[in-house]
């Protein structure tokens, strides 16, 4: 567990996860030291995590509460500072931790599985059986990109081929250390594990973690993320993540999923209506020809109806949600009095 805690820590050094674009389909080109194993094929009707308009949307519902932001981390206790100041300097003060948090919230990239490496160079029929451990070769260059680092494995039975992901990701740990990732990956990460650690609410140190630790596109880093999102859409825990790098990516896999009714109802709890339109209106982008998105535009729905009109034709608790709406519409008239 005294990784989990040292992650918070190191997660702020890494205030963006290097994202690495994929080309456009029939860009990709094979050399001697570039790692080819094929591009895939995007479709462009369909919304990219990526796109402004989506990253807009998920930027405002994961909101901005500077407490939360800039809550203490556990660490070697320091003096406090104090300082007098102005109102105007207060209000300068309070603007440059505002633009600071922005950018501590600037959402990881969420990524399409990577393709298995396979490839094959060549078959030596007269090492077969000379040894019984693998033989690995590594280009260990200083300016070339980890990703097109040329890495081969000789196996014992003579055949060189071309090193799996995981070979990857732990010969350059080997050679290029990153602080905080591990060789091998922690025992946190098993899933009898991370039962443990869900049930203490330690879902962003579980996160954090894993940015550091596994590559944003890694089988592993999915597995995890999907994980953590399932656990908080199970308990309706939500709120955990509000106001930190993650919840756009947890909105992103709910709504891909079609499952964000238990989001959507948390929202209006909390009087977070337009969040919940947002989400809403992020789910008719992702999924144009449902019912309820094509519902919506031909009535031109917005605000509360908009909500109805995915409760009545999308909801898989129809109920539930309208109940919710039904609740907040009550409420609203009597916080405005207040």
């Given at each position: 567990?005294?990784?989990?805690?040292?992650?918070?820590?190191?997660?702020?050094?890494?205030?963006?996860?290097?994202?690495?674009?994929?080309?456009?389909?029939?860009?990709?080109?094979?050399?001697?030291?570039?790692?080819?194993?094929?591009?895939?094929?995007?479709?462009?009707?369909?919304?990219?995590?990526?796109?402004?308009?989506?990253?807009?949307?998920?930027?405002?519902?994961?909101?901005?509460?500077?407490?939360?932001?800039?809550?203490?981390?556990?660490?070697?206790?320091?003096?406090?500072?104090?300082?007098?100041?102005?109102?105007?300097?207060?209000?300068?003060?309070?603007?440059?931790?505002?633009?600071?948090?922005?950018?501590?919230?600037?959402?990881?990239?969420?990524?399409?599985?990577?393709?298995?490496?396979?490839?094959?160079?060549?078959?030596?029929?007269?090492?077969?059986?000379?040894?019984?451990?693998?033989?690995?070769?590594?280009?260990?260059?200083?300016?070339?990109?980890?990703?097109?680092?040329?890495?081969?494995?000789?196996?014992?039975?003579?055949?060189?081929?071309?090193?799996?992901?995981?070979?990857?990701?732990?010969?350059?740990?080997?050679?290029?250390p990153r602080a905080g990732r591990k060789i091998s990956a922690q025992l946190v990460f098993k899933e009898e594990n991370l039962k443990m650690v869900f049930?203490?609410?330690?879902?962003?140190?579980?996160?954090?973690?894993?940015?550091?630790?596994?590559e944003p596109d890694s089988s592993e880093s999915i597995r995890v993320h999907a994980a953590t999102y399932e656990d908080l859409d199970k308990h309706g825990?939500?709120?955990?993540?509000?106001?930190?790098?993650?919840?756009?990516?947890?909105?992103?896999?709910?709504?891909?999923?079609?499952?964000?009714?238990?989001?959507?109802?948390?929202?209006?709890?909390?009087?977070?209506?337009?969040?919940?339109?947002?989400?809403?209106s992020l789910f008719h982008m992702l999924h144009p020809h449902s019912e309820s998105a094509q519902e919506a535009a031909g009535q031109q729905a917005t605000?509360?109806?908009?909500?109805?009109?995915?409760?009545?034709?999308?909801?898989?608790?129809?109920?539930?949600?309208?109940?919710?709406?039904?609740?907040?519409?009550?409420?609203?008239?009597?916080?405005?009095?207040?």
């Amino acid at each position: 567990m005294a990784a989990l805690g040292a992650a918070r820590r190191l997660a702020r050094t890494y205030s963006r996860v290097k994202h690495v674009p994929a080309g456009e389909p029939g860009s990709a080109r094979c050399s001697a030291r570039t790692l080819c194993s094929g591009t895939p094929h995007r479709d462009d009707a369909k919304p990219q995590f990526t796109d402004p308009a989506v990253q807009d949307v998920l930027s405002r519902i994961t909101g901005l509460d500077l407490q939360k932001v800039f809550r203490p981390v556990k660490e070697e206790l320091k003096p406090p500072t104090y300082k007098l100041m102005t109102d105007e300097q207060l209000s300068q003060a309070v603007a440059l931790a505002t633009e600071q948090a922005r950018k501590l919230l600037r959402m990881p990239p969420v990524l399409p599985e990577r393709k298995p490496i396979t490839d094959v160079l060549s078959e030596e029929k007269l090492l077969d059986g000379m040894d019984t451990a693998k033989y690995a070769f590594t280009d260990i260059s200083y300016d070339i990109p980890h990703r097109e680092r040329f890495i081969v494995v000789r196996e014992p039975n003579g055949i060189l081929r071309k090193a799996t992901w995981e070979e990857r990701d732990r010969l350059v740990q080997v050679y290029f250390p990153r602080a905080g990732r591990k060789i091998s990956a922690q025992l946190v990460f098993k899933e009898e594990n991370l039962k443990m650690v869900f049930s203490q609410d330690r879902h962003e140190n579980v996160l954090d973690l894993s940015l550091v630790q596994f590559e944003p596109d890694s089988s592993e880093s999915i597995r995890v993320h999907a994980a953590t999102y399932e656990d908080l859409d199970k308990h309706g825990k939500y709120e955990l993540l509000r106001s930190t790098r993650h919840f756009g990516g947890m909105a992103w896999y709910l709504l891909n999923a079609r499952r964000a009714d238990g989001l959507l109802v948390d929202m209006l709890k909390r009087e977070l209506l337009q969040d919940a339109v947002d989400l809403v209106s992020l789910f008719h982008m992702l999924h144009p020809h449902s019912e309820s998105a094509q519902e919506a535009a031909g009535q031109q729905a917005t605000g509360a109806d908009l909500l109805k009109i995915y409760a009545q034709k999308e909801s898989q608790r129809s109920g539930y949600v309208e109940l919710a709406l039904q609740a907040y519409e009550q409420r609203a008239p009597k916080s405005r009095a207040e």
